[in-house]
């Protein structure tokens, strides 16, 4: 039975992620999913709800909808509903993916917590650091046609979300203002462990990065 769902489900987010940007593709669900499974085995959290949220949680991202939030949970709520998955099950999934967000961190109202969620999260946060995370950010970027680093415009502390949200700076600032803050944030001991190598690996890129700027050799 849950074979089955988990084949419908992987079927249903190709189809809604055909034409995704890049770094928000099937891909990023691929990886996001097989981090989780592993995660979540060493954590012994619930298989089928970190494998559902994880391949649900970027259904429809809100930075491609208007902003519009709750529409990703309301079309995985839709999916569910007809794959006939039991109520508890779901509706744990659907709070997991309204609460999976790094811009939602910024909320403190947000006070939903479970294993599952903190095994996901993790697992979408170590896809955004890293050689992936690298990739991810410059695709981003160029998608949004954004600088690739202006020495003259320096990273900035976020206070909330609608100024990250709204923020057009270079790249290169997305590693301060998000990236190389996701290691002290994972949740899970395994995230935590996973993170450490994938954080210093991005310190070395961007070394190597600013050694390079003003191309000198
Ligand atoms: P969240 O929804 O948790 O805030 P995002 O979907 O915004 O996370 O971020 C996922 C990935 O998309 C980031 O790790 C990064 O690779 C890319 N990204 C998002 N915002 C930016 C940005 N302003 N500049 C560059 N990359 C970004
Ligand atoms: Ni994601």
Redesign the pocket.
Known sequence: MSEELIRACEQYVKTELAGAEG??DWW?IHRVRNLALTIAKQEQANLLVVELAALLH?IA???FHQGDEEIGPRKAAIFLNEQQVNGDISQHVLQIIRH??????FDKHHTFSSKELHVVQDA??L???GAI?????????GF?N?LIYDPSIPPENYQNKEA??N???P?I??FY???LL?KDGMKTTTGKELAAQRHAFMEQYLAQFFAEWDGER
């Open positions: 770094g928000h990023h970027d991202d809100p930075k999976l967000s790094f811009k939602n961190s979408d946060r896809d955004a650091i995370g690298i990739a991810r950010t410059f695709n981003y970027g949004k954004r990250y949200k923020s057009t700076a790249t600032n997305h203002e998000k990236l996701l």
